[in-house]
Each structure stands twice: as C-alpha cells, then as structure tokens.
C-alpha cells in the first residue's frame, strides 16, 4: 500500500492561488493513479482531478479551466495546482492512490490538508 502525506493547505482570498503536494512512499508509485478529492463541511468527498501514470489527466467540471494535476514519478509526488480559487472551493483535500480512471475508486489516501478560501 501507498503512504501518503499533503500538504501545501492554507487560508487564501478569493481569486488567489494554491499549489498542494502529495508525498507518496511504500510500494511502486510510478505506474499508480493518482487524485485528488475533497471534502467540504457536511458534504460528502468529492472527486477532483486524477492522472495516469504516463499523464493523462481527468477533471470535474468544478475544477475545469482553474486546477491542473501534476506528478513527478522521479519523486514521488503528485501537485494539485489551485488557481482562481473561490470561497466554495474551501473544504478539505485528500491525495489518493491505487486508483482507476473508469471508476474513480482509490485505495489508498492521506490525511488531508485544508484550504479555506475567503470572500
């Protein structure tokens, strides 16, 4: 199993920028699905943004045109870069591992890192 570790949260105004990070160790990363989902108070997790290994990205509609997923493979990390960001968009986010594209299931997550985004 992935261990994974965020971070890179924060407190921002409205129409700012945030970059998060996801540390991944344990087994082989390079040829895992990586995500990103969040959670915001009283509200279920929801997806974000995943890529393939070789760096094919998926997007939700919300995170279409201001987020973009990255990885680096060579270490073990995958971004999530935030821009434009909006106060609805404050909620916790979790990096996830061991996942597919199809589904959207992952097996693997981190503890989460909050991002508040203020009017």
């Known amino acids: 199993q992935v261990q994974l570790v965020e971070s890179g949260g924060g407190l921002v105004q409205a129409g700012g920028s945030l970059r998060l990070s996801c540390a991944a160790s344990g087994r082989t990363f390079s040829r895992s699905v990586m995500g990103w989902f969040r959670q915001a108070p009283g509200k279920e997790r929801d997806f974000v943004a995943a890529?393939?290994?070789?760096?094919?990205?998926y997007y939700a509609d919300s995170a279409k045109g201001r987020f973009t997923i990255s990885r680096e493979n060579a270490k073990n990390m995958v971004y999530l870069q935030m821009n434009s960001l909006k106060p609805e968009d404050t909620a916790v986010y979790y990096c996830?591992?061991?996942?597919?594209?199809?589904?959207?299931?992952?097996?693997?997550w981190g503890q989460g890192t909050q991002v508040t985004v203020s009017s």
């Open positions: 890529i393939s290994w070789s760096g094919a990205t």
């Open positions: 996830a591992a061991d996942g597919s594209l199809r589904s959207l299931n992952f097996a693997s």
